[in-house]
Nanobody
Framework: QVQLVESGGGLVQAGGSLRLSCAASGSIFRFTAMGWYRQAPGKQRELVASITWGGSTNYADSVKGRFTISRDNAKNTVYLQMNSLKSEDTAVYYC?????????WGQGTQVTVSS
């Protein structure tokens, strides 16, 4: 039973944009803060952006001003708009709860930024 499905990654040149989507089951999504995480090769998974059920957002300093997180509560979907991409943004991107314990991780979506 798949509960988190990420999509929208790809290969993009530095300075380009991508929009990631994450479809979540209602049991994970409803009334819960959600986050986008990323894991680069050889590095730990890190939180890059989060959004509460009501729409309040927070960003890691490394992506502030370039990434925008949003959610559609009717569709159980959270988005990550990524602009002005840099090579250091290259990673597998995942979504999951921000609080209340992680759900099982999805397969993630690969973002590769070429310089």
């Amino acid at each position: 039973q798949v509960q988190l499905v990420e999509s929208g990654g790809g290969l993009v040149q530095a300075g380009g944009s991508l929009r990631l989507s994450c479809a979540a089951s209602g049991s994970i999504f409803r009334f819960t803060a959600m986050g986008w995480y990323r894991q680069a090769p050889g590095k730990q998974r890190e939180l890059v952006a989060s959004i509460t059920w009501g729409g309040s957002t927070n960003y890691a300093d490394s992506v502030k001003g370039r990434f925008t997180i949003s959610r559609d509560n009717a569709k159980n979907t959270v988005y990550l708009q990524m602009n002005s991409l840099k090579s250091e943004d290259t990673a597998v991107y995942y979504c999951n709860r921000k609080s209340g314990g992680f759900a099982s991780w999805g397969q993630g979506t690969q973002v590769t930024v070429s310089s």
